[in-house]
């Protein structure tokens, strides 16, 4: 009797923790720096929608934005520990998790167009990347585009004699470091969600962003001058804490890599469109003052900035710079 009262209690036991486990949803926490009226923001929101309409509540999807769970580098060793599952950080954030390869993107014009970067992001160098992230317990799934950067100041910055001494902050990246050191301004990492107070208090003078980012976060209402100057590209990589992922039953992760293709290519079609609105919208409100460079002026950036590819060789790796020169037809 008692045996097969215990056989009864086992087996209720197991059927409640069963009926628990198909009704709790998996919960992906993804956390973010940027606003979600951006292309960063709303390719988010677009995951966490097919997310859980393709595992049919399976999986719950919470997206945090604006640095409310995390900063820059903090965001990193959380998804690490697996305190969140999901970021997208900056391509220019991963060499404090000792991936400095990714700081190709940075180099100034490196891509003359989104042609030019898709045969990266989507040929054998930007695989290869995102293989760099697995021992770090790290995988990469996708790369979400922003676009390309301006530079603001509270001063004209014509030319790059115009720079000299500028605080100017930066992405944690060291081609970044050295940009701005081409440029004679003196370079502050500073993490995102820092950037708005600082120029404001004068902490620094200017900074670089795509107009998405820079007018999501008011930056023009603390910025007078800023110049289209296409110099440099912004984007993401799209990352999950690896034991998470590989933990995944099969079909969920099928249905989530779904999920991701589809939103990725949403998040890469709205990228120009909502810089060109912000863009639109800063020189709408006539706070900052944006200037086009002549073609002169187009080239004495490009002389100067150009030398940094050389000097950053052996941070970003003379293999990856000669496939992404390769890649690129160069
Ligand atoms: C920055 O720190 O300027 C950007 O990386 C923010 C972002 O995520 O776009």
Not at 107 to 119: T, W
Request: glycine share 6%; proline share 5%; charged share 25%.
């Amino acid at each position: 009797m008692k045996i097969r009262l215990s056989m009864a209690f086992a087996a209720a036991m197991m059927f409640a923790s069963a009926g628990a486990y198909a009704q709790a949803p998996i919960t992906i926490k993804f956390s973010h720096v940027v606003a979600p009226d951006t292309p960063k923001g709303k390719g988010a929101e677009r995951f966490k929608e097919l997310a859980e309409q393709y595992t049919d509540g399976k999986v719950k999807v919470e997206v945090y934005p604006n640095s409310q769970l995390y900063k820059d580098k903090e965001e990193l060793e959380a998804l690490q520990l697996g305190a969140v599952q999901m970021l997208a950080p900056s391509l220019a954030k991963f060499g404090p998790l000792g991936v400095r390869e990714f700081e190709i993107f940075d180099l100034p014009y490196i891509f003359q167009s989104k042609d030019d970067l898709r045969k990266i992001t989507d040929g054998d160098v930007g695989k290869s990347l995102l293989a760099k992230l697995e021992p770090k317990g790290i995988t990469g799934l996708a790369y979400w585009d922003n676009g390309f950067k301006v530079m603001s100041a509270n001063t004209p910055i014509h030319t790059p004699d115009d720079f000299l001494g500028l605080k100017l902050r930066i992405q944690s990246s060291k081609v970044l470091e050295a940009q701005m050191k081409a440029l004679d301004a003196v370079p502050q990492v500073m993490a995102f969600s820092e950037v708005y107070q600082a120029l404001q208090t004068g902490v620094v003078d200017g900074t670089e962003n795509p107009p998405s980012n820079m007018y999501t976060q008011k930056m023009h209402e603390v910025q007078k001058h800023a110049t289209l100057s296409d110099h440099g590209y912004l984007g993401y990589a799209v990352i999950v804490n690896k034991k998470f992922w590989d933990g995944l039953p099969a079909d969920v992760r099928e249905q989530l890599e779904r999920a991701m293709s589809e939103a990725t290519t949403y998040a890469n079609d709205i990228a120009q469109k909502e810089n060109d609105d912000s863009l639109a919208a800063m020189k709408a409100s006539g706070k900052t003052t944006f200037y086009e460079p002549t073609a002169e002026e187009r080239q004495q950036w490009i002389d100067t900035l150009l030398p940094v590819h050389k000097e950053m060789e052996s941070r970003v790796g003379k293999d990856t710079l000669e496939a992404t020169y390769k890649a690129l037809g160069r």
